[in-house]
């Protein structure tokens, strides 16, 4: 059996409106890929059905934008908003290191 495929990954909120609640995590694809698992929830692909969001939380029906994260840090669609991306202790050093090409002092 193999290992699950993780990724870190950035998942804003979309629920409130087009800016929310982002952070950057690491996530866990089904077998299939067209789930993602992200904490205690799941996330199913909105196949286009979505405003400003391509994934919907199985469980709420909560919409969010879930990508790969920017090198630039760029990641939410719109970059005026004052709302901080928070990123996850477990990831935080790899996150910088490896896809920010940063030392992990931010």
């Known amino acids: 059996m193999s290992a699950k495929k993780t990724r870190i990954m ?8 087009l800016n929310g609640p982002a952070r950057i995590g690491r996530v866990t694809y089904s077998k299939t890929g067209q789930s993602i698992y992200y904490g205690a ?14 994934y919907f939380d199985a469980e709420t029906g ?12 760029q990641d939410r669609l719109y970059p005026s908003s ?6 996850d202790a477990d ?7 490896d896809i920010r090409g940063c030392p992990a002092t931010q």
């Open 82 to 87: 004052s709302m901080p991306v928070e990123i």
């Open 10 to 17: 950035y998942i804003e909120d979309k629920s409130a409106g």
């Open 62 to 73: 909560d919409q969010f934008w879930i990508s790969g994260p920017r090198k630039d840090g």
């Open 41 to 54: 929830r799941t996330f199913q692909r909105l196949g286009g059905q979505g405003f400003k969001a391509n």
């Open 91 to 97: 990831v935080h050093d790899e996150y910088w290191n």
